[in-house]
């Protein structure tokens, strides 16, 4: 496997479910990246970790749930969610220096019903 | 005024024109550019890099910056049906992160 790979492609949850998104890349990249895209919205940068610590939280709410056990995995835990946070989870990787731009995984397409 | 901004389009161009995108930018200590490309449905891919003042070219795409003017654009020659997509600039704050534009849907006409 290369670049930045996310598991699921599609998920469908409901409002009591708890589900996790992962997603793992080979690039050798320090930095990982939550983002959340809503339809007909800019992506919306959710969680940013620089090796493996959180340095960024952007007024998310406590619903989301990010973790990230070492340089190469970041997951993001969902809990009672609402339908609002229905949307295209991405999830992206880069070097500590953003000189060489980020890499996006294909991303969760996430129904909340 | 927000940190980076497009225009929103839809921009049409017919088959074979040439595309003109265009970023301006607010953060004066942006060092690196980058367009993305993101085809509906799908996350974005990264298509072109600047960091110099000038052009960049890259087969049919040519990158321009102009860090004075805080001002960004992506041109595309020769477009084609494929390049249909919503293109986004995000040059780097000086967070050491990407700031995105909400991007401009560019559709190309057979």
């Known amino acids: 496997e290369t670049g930045v790979t996310q598991t699921p492609r599609h998920l469908v949850m409901g409002m009591t479910n708890k589900k996790s998104l992962k997603c793992e890349q080979h690039l050798g990249h320090n930095a990982m990246y939550w983002y959340k895209q809503s339809a007909k919205k800019p992506l919306e940068l959710m969680f940013v970790y620089n090796f493996k610590e959180q340095t960024e939280n952007n007024s998310v709410p406590s619903r989301f749930s990010p973790e990230c056990p070492n340089s190469s995995h970041l997951f993001l835990h969902l809990h009672t969610l609402q339908p609002e946070d229905s949307a295209l989870y991405l999830c992206a990787s880069s070097q500590e220096s953003v000189g060489y731009g980020y890499t996006f995984g294909s991303g969760t397409r996430l129904t909340v019903v | ?110």
């Open chain 2, 1 to 110: 005024q927000k940190e980076v901004e497009q225009n929103s389009g839809p921009l049409s161009v017919p088959e074979g024109a040439i595309a003109s995108l265009n970023c301006t930018y607010s953060d004066r200590g942006s060092q690196s550019f980058f367009w993305y490309r993101q085809y509906s449905g799908k996350s974005p891919e990264l298509i072109m890099s600047i960091y110099s003042n000038g052009d960049k070219e890259d087969g049919r795409f040519t990158a321009q910056l102009n860090k004075a003017s805080q001002y960004v654009s992506l041109l595309i020659r020769d477009s084609q049906p494929s390049d249909s997509a919503t293109y986004l600039c995000a040059p780097s704050g000086s967070a050491r992160q990407l700031t995105f534009g909400s991007g401009t849907q560019l559709t190309v006409l057979p």
